[in-house]
């Protein structure tokens, strides 16, 4: 009876090694699929990292038109306002 329980024991033991190196084979690749998703998210963090610099660079270049385009409406408004002024002074003129 004693070599059927050290045989049962014995069977046992292969099955928990084997299992224990299912399982250490399966946390080596865990590992691997960890350590990919970390060098495509590195990889991601970067790209968007770029475009984040180049949205500023595209809303600061957007303000700077927007400024440009305000100072000329000004511009355009004060001319258009001289420009009916002295057409009134003409016809002020032209009507003595």
């Avoid at 990889?43 to 610099?53: D, I, L, P, Q």
């Avoid at 809303?59 to 927007?66: L, P």
């Amino acid at each position: 009876m004693s070599d059927e329980i050290l045989k049962l024991i014995l069977a046992e033991l292969k099955s928990l090694k084997k299992g224990q190196e299912e399982l250490k084979k399966g946390q080596e690749e865990l590992q691997e699929v960890v350590s990919a998703i970390r060098a495509s998210q590195e990889t991601m963090s970067a790209e968007m990292e770029g475009m984040r610099k180049e949205m500023q660079q595209n809303f600061a270049q957007v303000s700077r038109h927007m400024r440009m385009l305000e100072s000329d409406l000004d511009l355009i408004g004060k001319r258009q306002f001289e420009n009916e002024k002295q057409i009134n002074r003409l016809k002020s003129l032209h009507e003595q």
